[in-house]
């Protein structure tokens, strides 16, 4: 549910301003397993684009996105559960090394905007305040792109 709110409202679908005049064709879901039915129909017709998690991610990332400029939109729940605190939790995520690596991948286009999102202060089960080092680690050469 967390990436069809983030994707309408990312495509200008709800009346929010955001993402006017958006393509479709444009958005690429990187790592994203907790789809919904009407994501999947775009996905199968070709019109909304996916690369899955996998050893081949920043190679079929690259042959995806080319050399144009990119906007990032990171919902944490992407990653593998107990890695940062998030709301929703989808196992088979990617792990910090994969993130990185995706981050290498698309730290040489031209990065137009980031953002990041479901980042929660504390984990679930206990007031223990998370931090978000490892997650800046991993984001380090995307940070250094736009620095």
Known sequence: MASRVALTIFLGRVGVGLGAGLRLSNVVLVGSRDIDPDEQKLIDAGRLRL????????SNLRAVVGNRPIYIHLDCDVLEPGIVPTEYLSPGGLTLETLRATCETLAHNEIVGMEIAEFEATWRDNDRVA??????????????AVC
Do not use: I, K, Y
């Open 131 to 144: 931090s978000p080092d490892g997650l800046f680690a991993a984001l380090q050469p995307l940070l250094d």
């Open 51 to 58: 690369v899955r998690v996998g050893t081949d991610l920043p």
